[in-house]
Every structure is written in structure tokens, then in C-alpha cells.
């Protein structure tokens, strides 16, 4: 009978066990536990990306308003110091406008075909920057109205403002000048309260990015340009 042990006395071992994982494979544990792990890590990032998204706006506004401020300054200059009026309009155009007044000081490109200056709102698709001045008001591009364009201006501008202000219309008296803004991320947020006091009193501004409200450069009756947030 032949002897099933070996010369050393020990059994012969077995065929080698066959794996049914192909190499470099993932498990089903495997693939949802890295599943999980990129889905934490997406609604960890989201909340950061859409706040840098938000700043990035935010700085867009104000250097695209500084520019503005600078094109009517240039403006003024070359027009016996005075500022553009205010834009009314009972057609589909929009009410405060930038003023066509100020093409020939801004980038090239920034007229549309109702020859009005087209500098998109970076918050708001379908709106541009507003423009609002004390003074004449030009009603449907072809009445000119004097003392009909008003600001609300807030009691302690620009220091600590007050619940309490008047409008100013008249450029003389006025301690605001104009202001240019950005509506910022909602139009309709409720904490314009009255529309009509856009922009310069401070809780319509917006202060954080996760925040509603305006972004507002405007002109103080001395020639000093201030910022919100």
C-alpha cells in the first residue's frame, strides 16, 4: 500500500484555498463606508463654498460701484460740477438707472440696446446697479422735473444712525448727494421694510454673507464717499 505521509512523517496539505475577490476590489462595507464619508464631507464644504461664493460677490459689487462713484466724479468735472439726475420711467424700464450721463466715463460695453448703461447686479439676474441723486429727475426720458428726485436720509448719518430722518430733495440742503447700490442677494426681503428709504439707512444693508440687503456707496454733502460693509 502506498504511504500517503511524506519522508518527514506529515500529511500533504490541501490545494490552496482560491479567493473570489479580484485584486484591487472594494466590498459593499467598503463602498458604503466611503460613500459616507464624501457625503459628510460635501455638506461639511457646501455651506463654505456658497459663503466664498457670497464674499466674492460682495467684492465684485463694491469695485464695480467705486467705479461708478469715480465716473461721476469725472463727470462732474466736465460739467460745471454738477451730477446726473434721477431716472423715472413708466415703461418696462426700471426706475433709478444708471445714468446714461455716464457712458462715455465707464468700460467700454456698457450700453444695451435702449441705450441705457448695463452693469448687471452680480446678486440679482435681470437688475443692474441703482443710481439715486437729490435733485432734477428725468420722468420717461423726456420730461425734466426739478427737486422731484429724493433721498431718505437717516438723523446721524454718517455716525450712529437714528430711527429718524427726513427726504432731502433739494441739493443745497441735502447732506447726502447720491448714492449708487446693489440690491443684493433678495429684492424683496423683508426687512425693506419701506422700499422707498432705499438705500442709505443701515439695517436695509447687508452685513454678513449670509445676510439680506444692500451694498450702498453714496456721497456726503462735503465730497467724501462712504462705504457699507
Known amino acids: 500500500m502506498e504511504d500517503s505521509h511524506d519522508n518527514q512523517g506529515h500529511t500533504p496539505a490541501g490545494p490552496p484555498a482560491v479567493s473570489m475577490r479580484r485584486p484591487g476590489a472594494f466590498t459593499l462595507i467598503e463602498l458604503l463606508v466611503v460613500i459616507a ?3 459628510l464631507l460635501v455638506s461639511i464644504l457646501l455651506p ?15 469695485a464695480e ?7 461721476i466724479e469725472m463727470y462732474r468735472h466736465e ?15 426700471t426706475a433709478y438707472e444708471l445714468p446714461v450721463e455716464l457712458l462715455g466715463y465707464l468700460p467700454e460695453g456698457r450700453r444695451n440696446d435702449l441705450d441705457v448703461v448695463e452693469m448687471p447686479d452680480p446678486f440679482t439676474e435681470g437688475e443692474c446697479y ?9 420722468l ?14 437717516p438723523d446721524g448719518l454718517p455716525g450712529a444712525q437714528l430711527e429718524t430722518g427726513r427726504y432731502c430733495n433739494d ?10 447700490y446693489s440690491l443684493g442677494p433678495d ?43
Open 65 to 71: 460701484l467705486r467705479a461708478i462713484t469715480l465716473a
Open 37 to 39: 464619508i464624501l457625503s
Open 48 to 62: 463654505s463654498l456658497a459663503r466664498a461664493k457670497t464674499l466674492a460677490r460682495i467684492t465684485q459689487a463694491h
Open 171 to 180: 441739493p443745497q440742503t441735502s447732506p447726502v448727494r447720491y448714492a449708487v
Open 130 to 138: 441703482k443710481y439715486r441723486a437729490v435733485g432734477p429727475a428725468i
Open 187 to 229: 429684492p424683496q426681503a423683508s426687512k425693506f421694510d419701506i422700499p422707498g428709504r432705499l438705500p442709505l439707512p443701515s439695517k436695509y444693508w447687508l452685513t454678513d454673507a449670509g445676510d439680506t440687503g444692500v451694498i450702498v456707496h453714496y456721497e456726503d454733502d462735503q465730497g467724501r464717499i462712504h462705504l457699507s460693509p
Open 140 to 153: 420717461n426720458e423726456s420730461i425734466i422735473l426739478p427737486d422731484a428726485a429724493n433721498l431718505w436720509v
Open 79 to 93: 460739467n460745471d460740477w454738477q451730477i446726473p439726475p434721477t431716472r423715472f420711467s413708466c415703461s418696462s424700464r
